[in-house]
């Protein structure tokens, strides 16, 4: 993809989404996409940041929502083998899939709070999330 119209442009047609972690996961929920989220990372960077983040998720549409309903499967369990099936899973009408779909229906609610822009908001919560984990 090369911009924001093409982005848009998949995102209508998508009947699910395999994401790597980052903005994307917010900008699906946000278009109402069930998802799976994959990511990896090198082992240095994965030893310290295992050491450093202490939060239940690392995905930034599950901080916001403010539950886990986002499968995400990272370093060693981001393999095929689990992928798939997690995959098949949000593609067919099941529990997961109408929990996120119900989950991503409440998020307009939660990013039009208050004044603040939803990149800031989002940051807020991502900020608090991490002071909640270091106590």
């Known amino acids: ?4 119209n093409e982005k848009r442009a998949v995102f209508r047609i998508a009947r699910a ?9 917010l900008e699906l929920a946000l278009s109402g996409i069930p ?3 994959a990511y990896r990372v090198g ?3 994965a030893f310290i940041l295992r050491r450093a983040i202490r939060v239940s998720s690392v ?3 599950n ?15 981001c393999t095929p ?10 593609l067919t009408d099941s529990p997961l ?8 229906a409440r998020l307009d609610q939660v990013m039009s709070t208050g004044h603040k822009s939803p990149s800031v908001l989002a940051a807020d919560i991502v900020l608090e999330t991490m002071r909640k984990g270091r106590r």
């Open 17 to 25: 989404a395999l994401a790597k972690s980052g903005t994307v996961t």
């Open 63 to 77: 901080l916001v929502i403010g539950k886990d309903v986002i499968p995400e499967y990272l370093q060693e369990e």
């Open 43 to 45: 082992a240095i960077e």
């Open 1 to 4: 993809m090369t911009g924001e």
């Open 97 to 104: 899939r109408k929990q996120q779909v119900e989950a991503f």
């Open 81 to 90: 083998e689990k992928l798939a099936p997690a995959l098949a899973e949000v």
């Open 35 to 37: 998802m799976v989220t």
């Open 59 to 61: 995905i930034l549409a």
